[in-house]
């Protein structure tokens, strides 16, 4: 069972996904700061990372930095919501320092999973 690490502050949007990624057969964990993030990606090794840019103390392109330097296998999808085009460029930020993938929020179970699906079996294999 492919392993997901869902690292989002915004509660309800961080339950929604997780609900969504274990009715669609994965084992996921969730963090909503970036340092609980690299606590649990440490402990859990997950196959995927979920991973929103905006976080409250350390951001998530820190994490990103931080995670892929430990585990260069893992895949990340970097989520971002914030003002679009500060969004939009913090994508692109993201995808340079080795993001897989971008998930620009709002987004819809189908657009989650067309980037889940693909990226997670690729890290397990």
């Known amino acids: 069972m492919q392993r997901v690490l869902i690292v989002e502050d915004d509660r309800s949007l961080n339950q929604h996904v997780r609900d969504l ?5 994965y084992q996921v964990s969730s963090a909503l700061t970036a340092d609980e993030g ?6 859990t090794k997950p196959h ?7 976080l409250p103390g350390k951001d998530g392109l820190e994490a990103l930095i931080e995670m892929r330097r430990e585990n260069p ?3 990340f999808i970097i989520t971002s919501g914030k003002q679009y085009l500060l969004s939009l460029q913090s ?3 993201a995808q340079e320092l080795g993001a897989d993938a971008t998930l620009p929020k ?6 989650l999973f067309a980037q889940v699906d693909p990226l997670a079996q690729a890290a397990a294999a």
Do not use: M, N, S, Y
């Open 21 to 25: 990624l274990v009715q669609g057969g």
């Open 38 to 43: 690299l606590r649990i990606f440490r402990e």
């Open 48 to 54: 995927l990372v979920i991973l929103d840019i905006f």
């Open 73 to 75: 296998k893992t895949k």
């Open 91 to 93: 994508l692109r930020i």
């Open 106 to 111: 709002p987004f819809t179970a189908t657009e």
